[in-house]
Every structure is written in C-alpha cells, then in structure tokens.
C-alpha cells in the first residue's frame, strides 16, 4: 500500500447527485482519488465495512472501479460487490446496499447527461439505507476535499471485472456479482409476472428505449426472458460508453425516436425510456404522453391493484416543484402527503420512518420503499401491473383519472447553460421583490402569494433552504423557478408551470396552450426573455 501525497482541488463540491464534472476533469491526476478518499474519510473510514460499487457503463466508469477499488483495499475495507464489468443501474445499486447490509456505496455516473471523453462523468455516495449521501455528509466529503494531504492505494495490478466470483486484493475481497439477476429477482416479489406473461402472450406490444444506457441488460432479462415480450422490444439495449451518441434523459426532447413512434401510426400499446444509470422513466401510451406528475397521481391511485402494494400506501410525497395531481389523490384516499426539496434524499428519510412508501418528482423521478432511489423500471413495471389488471389503455386510464381527479396541466420550461452571473442576478433580484408581488396583477392574473421554500425534515428536524421561488396565483395555478445542480455548464434555469383545471372539461387541451396565461405573467414579473435573450426555452416537458 502506497501514501501518495495530494493537495486539494478547487469546486470538488457534490450537488444534489453526488459530484458531476466533464470526464477529463475526472481523469486529471489525483482528481478522483482526491474525492474518494475524502469520502472515505468523511463517512468515518471504511476499515472492516462492506461496500457496493458499480455505475451506468459509460466511459471512465471502469477505469475509476478499479481505482476505487485498490483504494478500498488500501483503506482496509473487508469486502466490496462490484457490478460485473463495473455496471449497476443506481437502483440495482440501492437494492444491493440494502440487500447485503454494507455500509454503503459509490455509483459512478452522471445520469441523464452524456458520456464520453468529452461529456460528463460522476460520483455519488449512497448510505447504509441504500439512499444517497444527506447533506450533512456531502457537506463533509466537500470540507475533506478541502484540506486532504494523501490518499490510499494499493500496489497491485488491476482487479478483473469481466468474471462474476471472488478474488482477493490485499486483505479485501473483490466480489464480482451480476448487476442484473437480484435486482430482476425483487421485481419478480413486487409484481404479478403471471399477469404480465398473459398479457403479453395475448399480443399486448411495447417499447422500450434504453437509449445505450445501464438498463438495457436489465429490459432484456426483465421483459423479453422473463416476460416473454418480443425479442427486440428493448431497442439501444447495450450499454455504450459515449451511449452511442445519445443523451440518454428519457424526455420528449431526448428520446425523440420513442416519441415519433408512439405517436405515429401503428404505435405500440405501451412506450417507455430510461436515463442513462436507470433510476429516471418517461412512459407513454399509443398516441399519448404521460406527464410525470400525472404518472406520479395514477401509480397512488392504482398502487393497490398492484401485490408488492395491495395492503395500501403508508402515506405518499412529491418535491416542491412536482405538480399537486398526487395531492388530489391522497386527499381523497386518506394519505399523508409530503412536499420535499427537489432530489431523492429527502424521500429516504421519510421511507425509512415508514411515512411514505411512494414518491417522486416532475423530473420523471418515480419510486417506492423497495430501494431507497428513484427506479426508472420498476416505474414500468407498475403500469403495466396496473394496465394488466385495469385491461384499458394508457390514454383510458389518464382520461379516468382526470375525470375522477381534475386535470393539473403542468410544462417544465429549462433555460440551459446560461451565464452564471446573470441566472443568479435575476434571481437574485426575484428575491428582493418577493414581498411586493402579493397581491399584485401580471397579464391579468393577481399573486396570491410567493416565497422561497424551505423545508424542516419532520423526522431529523434538518432545515434546508434557498430550495426555489414559489408564485402562487389565484384559483391554483403557480410558477416554480430554480437553478439546477446537476449541470456542468453555465447555470441551466429550471421554470416549472401549473393550472389546475377541474373536472372532466378541457382535457383535449395541449398543455402549453393551457399554460400560456402563466407563461405570460412569469415573464412580465422575472422578465426571462428579456434578461437573458433567450428567445425560448432549450427543453419543454
Ligand atoms: C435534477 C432534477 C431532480 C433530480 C436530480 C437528480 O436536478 O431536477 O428532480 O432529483 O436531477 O436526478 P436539478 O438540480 O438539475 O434540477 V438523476 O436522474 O441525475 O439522479
Ligand atoms: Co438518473
């Protein structure tokens, strides 16, 4: 084992996912060990424990595993399970934790942004619970970074991945497991596989897009062997390192190819996509988008029908800026409904105090106590349990639920890459004038109310703040802005719109259209347009 000496290096500052950089940032020397120790020694030294390891395949990913682990090696770590070929959806990842009680885990991915020498690349901590690291913690990996003077190595050639069995390195065991056969396994317990195989047995056809991304092997298992889909019902179903070319975000804009199919003629019954470490889902019926908050509001409402849920839901939550339609649900069915910051590590707390056993968010984030991180296929999975059981359609099912529930029409509206100082300014300047907006009238709509949210953990207490504006218009519209902490370039403005329109009326409407008075009244108070020149948004979901 070697000391190698380091200094700090500046902006190693993990965001609301761990820390995401351009891969050559990764790659400079000492830049990932420097980051790894400091986890280490911020979570209280790793010697004797048991980790996870593993990420979504894309390029970097397996040379950073064998880094990390001689390095856990190195630190004295007893035992670490590593995805075969360094892969594990995040989810998979989550499960594993859980599942072999280790301490915690290292995924190495940046999600839905591209991969590639030139594009970006990521490392996250997740818990014991199989969560990711709470901001006390990532607080800590970030002041470690700060002032560490060397990392841990040990002085051995590169572990082999490619074989699933048991190796030793140094003192540590090197456990390559499959990424796919646990994980396949839990869904196996949740579902009712026996339905789904009638289903599909019975010509029901769908399509999965997993954009050269982790869940492909995952789909295929899942889907076509254990389901008896079609061959070819997963497409881009090998983990690529640059995702071959694709930007693996499963959203309108990005998974275009899925979106000209289901909505053109002869379109599959169900469509679905994934991002690129598996834990996002966008689903779609034929001819039909569903919005994720509305898809959020269908699983509360039809989870029971569902085994792994049939006793019923503990309780339900959403982030800030996810659309109120599961509110509506919970409302009527009796559940305890919680509004948390954006990102999944507000979820955990309340799954594992046995408050919640459904959440999600706008940013097609959709998951249950069964990890503790959102999970892109088991999103899938529930609606096709639930479209098994219902025997309608997608576009039957959304159109009932509207008409039980009301409709909360909802857009996301991203402004990316803009300049920092100038997102922050005008942001800056929104927060200034908050008091004064109460009560006030923009396009002919007057403000009920607006603030900046913070939110008090009901179970730890731990209060976070500056987590985005709120404007809230009369009859129930609003408009949420924050900046994103996830990108690696420029600062990307997130503006996120709602109207709740009631009843059944009004549902062939085009959400943008239904929109559009908000979308007016947003710019005449934060002037988006004017201020940065953009003349549109970059992305609309
Ligand atoms: C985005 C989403 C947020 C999500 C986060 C991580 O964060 O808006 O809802 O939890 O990504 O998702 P931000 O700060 O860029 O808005 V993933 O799939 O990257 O783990
Ligand atoms: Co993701």
Known sequence: MTRHATTPFEGQKPGTSGLRKKTRVFMQPRYLENFVQATFDAIGGIAGQTL??????????????????????????????????????????????????????IILSASHNPGGPDEDFGVKYNMGNGGPAPESVTAAIYARTQYITEYLCLDASDP????????????????????????????????DFNALRAMFNAGFRMRMDSMCAITGPYAVEIFERRLGAPAG???????????????????????????????????????????????????????????????????????????????????????????????????????DCYETPTGWKFFGNLMDAGRVSLCGEE??????????????????????????????????????????FGRNYYSRHDYEALPIDQAEAM????????????????????????DEFSYTDPVDGSISTGQGFRILFEGGSRVVLRLSGTGTEGATLRVYLERYAPGPDGLEHDPQEALAPIIKATEAIVGIRERTGRAEPNVIT
Do not use: C
């Open 427 to 450: 942001l800056g300047d929104l927060r200034t004038r908050l008091d004064g907006l109460k009560g006030a009238q923009f396009e002919g709509l007057s403000v009920e109310s607006a």
């Open 363 to 404: 940013s097609f984030g959709t998951g249950s106590d069964h990890v503790r991180e959102k999970d892109g296929l088991w999103a899938v999975l529930m609606w096709l349990n639930i479209l098994a059981v219902r025997q309608m359609s997608v576009a039957e099912i959304l159109q009932d639920h509207w008409a039980r």
């Open 160 to 191: 082999d991945l490619t074989t699933v069995g048991e190796a030793q390195l140094g003192t540590m065991v090197v456990e390559v497991a499959d990424p796919v056969e646990a994980y396949a396994d839990m869904m196996e317990s949740l579902f």
């Open 52 to 105: 996870v390891l593993g990420g979504d395949g894309r390029f970097f990913g397996d040379a950073a595993a064998r880094t990390i682990l001689k390095m856990a090696a190195a630190n004295g770590a007893r035992r670490v399970i590593v995805g075969q070929g360094a892969w594990l959806s995040t989810p998979a990842a989550s499960h594993l934790i859980r599942a072999r009680s280790a301490m915690g885990g």
């Open 233 to 335: 019902t997963v497409t881009h179903a090998t983990p690529l390192p640059d995702f071959g070319g694709m930007h693996p975000d499963p959203n309108p804009t990005w998974a275009h190819e899925l979106m000209a199919e289901m909505m053109g003629a002869d379109a599959p019954d169900f469509g679905a996509a994934s991002d690129g470490d598996g834990d996002r889902n966008m689903v779609l019926g034929a001819g039909i988008y569903v919005s994720p908050s509305d898809s959020l509001a269908v699983l509360a409402a039809n989870a029971h029908l569902v085994p792994g849920y049939k006793s019923g839901l503990k309780g339900v939550a959403r982030s800030m800026p996810t659309s109120a339609a599961v509110d509506r649900v919970a409302a009527e069915m009796g559940l």
